[in-house]
């Protein structure tokens, strides 16, 4: 994921975007019991999505993309999402790896159809 924001840095420009259009939707990593009530009170949902691209492209309303290792699955909460997340109008991508993130971050913003699901 540091991969995909660090290409972002350099890459927006070149599709008339600023930095801040994609961003990380902090909701995994190990954390304790007090900081993930404080964050569940602030608002963190399981499931929701790591990056998220809120700009319209085509018939899409924005991009969401969920970062997986190679042997990574989604968890129910995260397909879930996804599902809501697509019958709401926004292009959702899960990816195995950076390169997969950026390839489908540039085809949806050229509006080519991206096929690098497992």
């Known amino acids: ?3 995909v924001i660090q290409w972002w840095a350099y890459a927006c420009k070149g599709y008339g975007l600023p930095e801040f259009a994609l961003f990380a939707v902090p909701n ?3 954390r304790s019991k007090r900081t993930a009530g404080r964050l569940k009170a602030e608002g963190v949902r399981a499931g929701v999505y790591d990056l998220e691209l809120p700009v ?18 989604q968890t129910p909460a995260q397909q879930a999402f996804g599902a809501w997340a697509a019958a709401q109008g926004w292009r959702v991508e899960v990816a195995y790896s950076s390169e997969a993130a950026i390839g489908a971050l540039k085809a949806y913003l050229t509006g080519r159809p991206w096929f690098a699901r497992p």
């Open 56 to 73: 319209a492209c085509g018939k899409f309303h924005g991009l969401r993309v969920e970062m997986k290792s190679q042997v990574g699955r």
């Open 1 to 3: 994921q540091v991969a």
């Open 28 to 30: 995994g990593g190990a």
